[in-house]
C-alpha cells in the first residue's frame, strides 16, 4: 500500500488536472457521438434529421476520419505556441460547434459543421496526450497511462448515460449538454500549468514541411506501411459499434422485452432509458463501454506477456465474431452478449497495437513513429463510413427496403410524411401492424447479412496480420 501510495504522490499537479480534462472532454464527445447516427438518420417526428445512410456514413466517416489525420499537423502548432493557448482554442471551438450544429439541418450545413467540431477535437488530442507523456516518468508511465486510459472510459461510458437522460425532450439539448461539459474544462484549465517542451522559432510553414517531410520518411517504410493498413481493418470494424449498431438496433431490434424488465425491477432505467416501450438503442450499445472499464485491467493482465502480433490477431478474430454477431439477430439480450464477446477482442488487441508500434519503431525514431501511429484510425473511420454508409444502406436501412417494397407493389404514399408516418402509413395499406412489418422485412430482406461483411472485414484482417507475422516480420 505505501509503495503505490508513493507511486501516486510522484505525480505532479498537472497530471491530474489533465486526466480530468481527458474525463470530461470524452465525457462530453460521447455523450452526443453515440448518439449522432441515429440523430443524422432518425425520424424528424422524433428530432432525426432523416438523412440518408450513405450521407451519414460521409459525414462520420470523413468527418472523424480528419480529425485523427489532423494531430500531426494540429501537435506542430501546439509545440510552437504553447498547450494551454491550444486547448484554449480547442475548448472555445468545441463549445460554439456543439452549440452551432443542432442550428443546422441540411447536409452540407452539418457536414461542415462536424469538421468544424472535428478540428476542436483534432488540436485537444496532442495536447493531452503529450501532456500526459510529459508528466510521467520511466517509473510512473505505464501506471500513468493505465489512469489516463481509465479516463478515457469512464468518460465514453458515462457521456450516453448523461445526454440520453435528456434525449427524450429534444436532441438539441444533447450537443447543448456537451458544450456545458466541455464549459468544465474552461474552468480547470486555470489549474494547469504547462509542462517542459521543445519550443519551436523556426516559420510555421517550414515547420509545416518537416511534418510532410517526416510522414514521407514514415511511408518509405513498406512494412510498417503495410502493418496500419492491417490495422485499419480493426478499426473499420471497430467503429461500427458508433456508425451501424445503434441504427441497427434502432431500426431492426425489439427491446421491448428489456424494458419490461428494467420497469419491474428497476423502474429508474426503463423511465431514463426508454420510451414508447423500448430502450433507447444507445443505452444498448454503451454496454460496451462498461465491459470495458469492469474487464480491462484483467484482460491486459491475462495478455500482458503474449507475444504483441499473436495477441492482435486472436483479437482481431474474437472482437470480429463478436461484432457481426450484434448485426445478425432481433434479440436484444444476444446483441448484449455479443457485445461482451466484442469487448473482449477489443481489450486483446488495442492495447497490443500501440505496444507493438513502439517495439517496432526505430530507436532514434520512436517518437516520429508513435506519432503516425493515428493512419490506422484515418483509414478506419474512412473506411466505416463506407460500410455504415452505402453498403449499409443497400442491405439493412429499414428505410430503403421499405420503399423498395412499396414501389414493388405500386403503392402510393405521400412523400411528405416523416419515416415513422411513412411507416405507419404502409403498415395501414397492407394491413398490417408495425412489428408485422418490420418482421416482414427481416424474413424477406434479411437486414441481418450485414453481419457477413464485418465479419468478412475483420477476419480477412486477422488472415493478413497472420501473414504478416509469418513473412515480413524479421525473426530474431
Known sequence: MTKSTNIFNKFPRTFWV???????????????????????????????????????????????????????????????????????????????????????????????????????????????????????TDETSSIGFGIF????????????MVTLLFKNASYNMVFYISAGIIT????????YKEPDRKK????????????????GLVLKDLRFVIFLVIVSGFWTM???????????????VDTSGMYNFFMKNIPFIAENYGSHGEMEAEFITNFDAMFIILFQVIVSTIVMRWKALSTMITGFVIASIGMALTLMTQNEVFIIVALFVFAIGEMTASPKIT?????????????????????????????AGFISGGVYQQLSDKHALLMKEVASRG???SSDLSHNEYFKAVAGQLNMSETELTNYLWVTYQPGNIWLVIISIGLFSALMMWLYNKFLVVKN
Not at 494540429?74 to 442550428?103: C, E, H, R
Not at 486510459?149 to 450516453?160: K, R, S
Not at 471497430?238 to 431492426?252: K, S
Request: charge should be neutral; glycine fraction near 8%.
Open 200 to 215: 519551436s522559432n523556426e516559420p510555421f510553414l517550414q515547420t509545416l514541411g518537416d511534418v510532410f517531410k517526416n510522414i
Open 355 to 383: 505496444e507493438y508500434i513502439g517495439r517496432i519503431a526505430p530507436r532514434d525514431k520512436k517518437a516520429l513513429y508513435m506519432g503516425y501511429s493515428f493512419l490506422p484510425l484515418f483509414l478506419g473511420n474512412i473506411f
Open 18 to 136: 489533465a486526466n480530468t480534462i481527458e474525463l470530461f472532454e470524452r465525457w462530453a464527445w460521447y455523450g452526443f457521438f453515440m448518439l449522432f447516427a441515429n440523430y443524422l438518420t432518425g425520424s424528424s417526428d422524433m428530432g432525426g434529421l432523416e438523412f440518408t445512410q450513405t450521407q451519414k456514413g460521409l459525414i462520420m466517416g470523413i468527418g472523424t476520419g480528419i480529425l485523427y489525420f489532423l494531430p500531426v499537423i494540429t501537435g506542430s502548432i501546439a509545440d510552437k505556441y504553447g498547450y494551454k493557448k491550444v486547448l484554449l482554442l480547442a475548448f472555445f471551438i468545441y463549445i460554439s460547434a456543439f452549440i452551432l450544429l443542432p442550428m443546422f439541418d441540411s447536409f452540407t450545413g452539418v457536414f461542415i459543421m462536424y469538421l468544424y467540431l472535428a478540428l476542436g477535437a483534432a488540436l485537444f488530442k496532442p495536447v493531452i496526450s503529450a501532456t500526459i507523456a510529459k508528466t510521467t
Open 411 to 413: 403503392i402510393n404514399i
Open 149 to 160: 486510459y481509465m479516463m478515457v472510459n469512464l468518460g465514453a461510458f458515462l457521456g450516453p
Open 238 to 252: 471497430y467503429n461500427q459499434l458508433f456508425f451501424t449498431l445503434p441504427v441497427f438496433i434502432a431500426q431492426w
Open 184 to 191: 468544465i474544462n474552461l474552468i480547470l484549465l486555470l489549474f
